[in-house]
């Protein structure tokens, strides 16, 4: 392979998502990073370097990289039918097969499942669900979508709306109409003194009530979270706060939509998210780990109260008039089926809760005594420290010193993948389901020299 070529070529013609597109165009960032292989829970890149990955790609390698296996069921497909649509009541054994299984584990009363590529569209199909189910109701003025502050829930028009981080908004429109936010379940942040959990969890959905009350319930439609917040800093809810929120949505007649995005599939150490957290959705977001991002599929997944209404109101509107030219593509469903296969056959949601626990203990026994650590946070497999300038008065630190981003960068050069979460000085961990404890040991120990460089690096000014 001829890198200068392959770099002059990607520099010259790609348009990278979330790059500093001058410092690239320019070359002062350096080279983009050619990967050309992975196992288990290591990538490799063209130089031959060997990176273990700590973040799963974006949370989503949940077998762990070069399942034959996968690849396997892929070409199969590919060879016997590589592709056709599902429009107008055709399907494919893998996808009738794949939704069957779905429909069965999802939380909730689940009843079928509507495909897209990316959790990003599969949260545009949420919002047109939430909108439809209420037109058929005969209650347009209930479109009003509420999402919470640090939630991520995608990139597109109306998903990026969804999402509530302002930069993802900037220079780009956003948010579209119909957006309303309310607070995060971040209780190490947004607590009150003296607040403890539950007080807390209380607070947040009395706040979450009033904002229906100011709006009106008439006119909000529902309500969509992550089971634990992922991109907004892995965040796990505090003690009570489904229970208070549920019980708020419920009052309201307002639908709960959870993003399993991130939590689904093994991550929390259970099934879903919602199952660990008793949460009742009426509707899933699912992708990332449904393929392992072998191949690019999501899934909207329905509950038979809004599917019921669907299909009570089918004869009055015609057709369900939604979908995409690859909705239900049966490589992606022959993947997502190779994918559930190894899922159950090695136990992995076990696997991920028994390692799990042991990278939770090993991150708080390892970091919760640092002077640049105000939090260690995390759930299953994944992980969280957020950094602050002074630990016992929980001062934040400049933003200008990156510190994040210099233990990321300072990690990969002893050959770690570890992610400055975008919402603050935050260090990211959502490795691969399939590591083990030997491997989780490695990865803490390099982290926390990465940790102490920048201690060091800033103590010396």
Known sequence: MDISKISTLDRASVLHPFTQLKEFASGKMGDPTIVTGGKGVHITDVTGQR????????????IGYGRTEVAEAIAKQAHELAYYHTYAAHTTEQLATLSDRLVRMAPGKASKVFYGMSGSDANETQAKLVWYYNNLRGLPKKKKIISRERGYHGCSVFSGSLTGMSFYH??????FGGVLYTGSPHY??????????????????????????????ETVGAFIAEP???TGGITPPPAGYWEEIQAVLQRHDVL?????????????????????????????????????????????????KVFKVMEDGADRVGSFSHGYTYSGHPIGAAAANAVLDICERDNLTEHARTVGAYMQQKMTD????????????????????EFVADRGKKTRLDPSLKVAARISAAARKRGLIARAMPHGDILGFAPPLVMTTAEV?????????????????????
């Open 441 to 461: 040991d490695e990865m803490i120990s390099i982290a926390s020299a990465s940790v102490r460089q920048v201690m060091d690096e800033m103590a010396a000014g």
């Open 188 to 217: 190490y942040w947004n607590a009150e003194v003296g607040e403890d959990e539950r007080a807390f969890s209380r607070r947040r959905a009395a706040e979450l009530n009033a904002l229906i009350e100011r709006e009106g319930p």
């Open 366 to 385: 390892t970091f919760a005594q640092c002077d640049i650590v105000g939090e260690v946070r995390g759930v299953g497999m994944m992980s969280a420290l």
């Open 170 to 175: 900037d220079h780009m429109d956003l948010p």
């Open 228 to 230: 634990v917040l992922g």
């Open 51 to 62: 990176l273990m990955d700590g973040f799963a790609g974006l949370y989503c390698v949940n």
């Open 256 to 304: 709960l939509i959870a993003d399993e995005v991130i939590c689904g599939f093994g991550r929390t150490g259970a099934a879903f998210g919602s199952s660990l957290y008793g949460m009742e959705p009426d509707l899933v977001t699912v992708a990332k780990g449904l393929t392992s991002g072998y191949i690019p599929l999501s899934g909207a997944i329905v509950s038979e």
